[in-house]
């Protein structure tokens, strides 16, 4: 029989969520379905849970390898799918009941080369999609629909699509190692912008667990302002090397670059992680995660909104402490709640 969809799980020390997730997916009993499992180093036991239900489904493939971090583990596991749609499920969420029916029905009324649907929050507060997700759905031109995907932020995470692998191949399409953030992001506009035909459904099939307190979104994130320029000039570079219209390619890089300076916030909050805010303490390594921002992604003088052009005014013009004062005001108390916990 034919593997239809290939789901490829990263798995790191997930003990906790890893049955959960797998159940989920094995529940819905499908013999066209195959389940590829890299466990990415785990020290805990991950690796037992999964060798025990290996045991009993043929489809899971389960592949174990020293850490190398998540954008490897997925790259084996989009080496080793043999199906025609991939798919990507974290190991700490878990997908509906349904989940495979309904790409199946959404499928058979288009078979578009990129498919998204919606998620659900489990352990956090949820955030209402419908609007968004509305509007997306209505719109029939692909640039649209690529530019809305972009400038809302919905096209970074890869969870909430299926991709059909004959196109990652086809053009090489590839998660990037060693990054800490942002490798989601990279692939899944790479994968964008060869595609011919998106559809969006606002299906919530998905269940994304945010109740993990160690996450990352807690945890200081070292040299995260070199980190997210390389992302978001490799995003630039792929635009700018694609086979898109001149005016499609100036559309999506001011979008590009808005998100990328408006990342300026969350770099200057990521030292708030270390301690208090303290301006003159901390002038110095501000002042270095502000260059990061000097050079705009897009032609200069062009902006997609009036944030954009604020932001870019400010730095252009070395305004550190306004950029500073912002961050503070508006993610002070959070951060110093993550500090007390």
């Known amino acids: 029989m034919e593997v239809k969809y290939s789901v490829i799980i990263p798995v790191y020390n997930a003990e906790k969520t890893i049955e959960r997730c ?4 094995f529940s819905q009993k499908r013999k066209d379905v195959e389940i590829i499992v890299i466990n990415d180093g785990s020290t805990d036991k991950s690796g037992e849970i999964i060798s025990e239900y290996a045991a009993h489904h043929e489809n899971l493939i389960w592949i174990s390898h020293e850490n190398k971090g998540v954008s490897a583990a997925r790259n084996l596991g989009i080496e080793t ?24 029905q959404l499928g058979k009324q288009e078979d578009s080369d990129l498919l998204m649907f919606a998620s659900n929050t489990v352990g956090g507060r949820n955030t209402d999609e419908a609007k968004i997700y509305s509007q997306l759905e209505k719109m029939d031109k692909r640039m649209e629909k690529m530019e809305l995907l972009l400038s809302s932020r ?58 993990d307190q160690a996450s990352l979104s807690r945890k200081y994130r070292e040299h995260l302002d070199i980190q997210l320029e390389k992302v978001f000039r490799n995003a630039a570079g792929l ?3 694609s086979c898109l219209e001149t ?9 590009v670059d808005y998100l990328f300076v408006k990342n300026v916030f969350t770099c200057i909050a990521e030292e708030f992680k270390k301690g208090k805010p303290n301006y003159r303490k901390k002038k110095r390594e501000i002042v270095e995660i502000y260059k990061k921002f000097f050079t ?13 052009r604020t932001l870019r005014f400010l730095i252009k013009n070395r305004y550190v402490f306004p950029v500073y004062g912002i961050t503070r005001l508006a993610k002070e108390k959070q951060f110093t709640k993550y500090m007390e916990k």
């Open 81 to 104: 799918a043999s199906g025609v749609y991939l798919l990507f499920v974290d190991s700490d969420d878990f997908v509906s009941k349904d989940y495979f029916y309904v790409l199946d």
């Open 239 to 241: 635009i700018k090397t």
């Open 296 to 308: 705009p992604l897009c032609r200069r003088g062009e902006y997609y909104n009036f944030v954009h």
């Open 247 to 255: 005016n499609e390619k100036d559309h999506l890089l001011r979008i």
């Open 22 to 25: 797998l159940q989920s997916l």
């Open 154 to 211: 919905k096209i970074m995470p890869p969870w909430n699509k299926r991709f059909k692998k004959e196109i990652i191949l086809e053009h090489k399409i590839r998660f990037i190692n060693h990054l800490q953030t942002g490798e989601d992001f990279n692939f899944c506009l790479e994968y964008m912008i060869h595609c011919h035909t998106i559809r969006v459904k606002y299906q919530q099939i998905y269940n994304v667990d945010v109740s």
